[in-house]
């Protein structure tokens, strides 16, 4: 099991920057992938990038360029980078930690964290 803590929301005018964190209760080292998620309203919630235990990271075609997701293995953290940030990243930010245990995998999910562009 493992408790993920999200923080960095807010307001931010549309071009700006902000960062978002997600402390883990465990090694990050350990989860097999950490990623990004957001809703936003009457949406469905859609990954916005992950990163594997060995490094590897994704990212969603509409944040390619923009959003960077990075792991501190020390601080059991990981990172959201968001650049040039538009309206329609408008949403709540949740972080999540996919792990196999039990002969399965599991999802456990951060309690999100609002991210408003304004135009």
């Known amino acids: 099991q493992v408790q993920l803590v999200e923080s960095g929301g807010g307001l931010v005018q549309a071009g700006g920057s902000r960062r978002l964190s997600c402390t883990a209760s465990?090694?990050?080292?350990?989860?097999?992938?950490m990623g990004w998620y957001r809703q936003a309203p009457e949406k469905q919630r859609e990954l916005v990038a992950g990163?594997?235990?060995?490094?590897?990271?994704n990212y969603a075609d509409s944040v390619k360029g923009r959003f960077t997701i990075s792991r501190d293995n020390a601080k059991n953290t990981v990172y959201l980078q968001m650049n040039s940030l538009k309206p329609e990243d408008t949403a709540v930010y949740y972080c999540n930690a996919r792990i196999f245990e039990s002969g399965r995998f599991r999802d456990y999910w951060g309690q999100g964290t609002q991210v408003t562009v304004s135009s």
């Open positions: 465990r090694s990050v080292f350990s989860i097999n992938v």
């Open positions: 990163i594997t235990s060995g490094g590897s990271t």
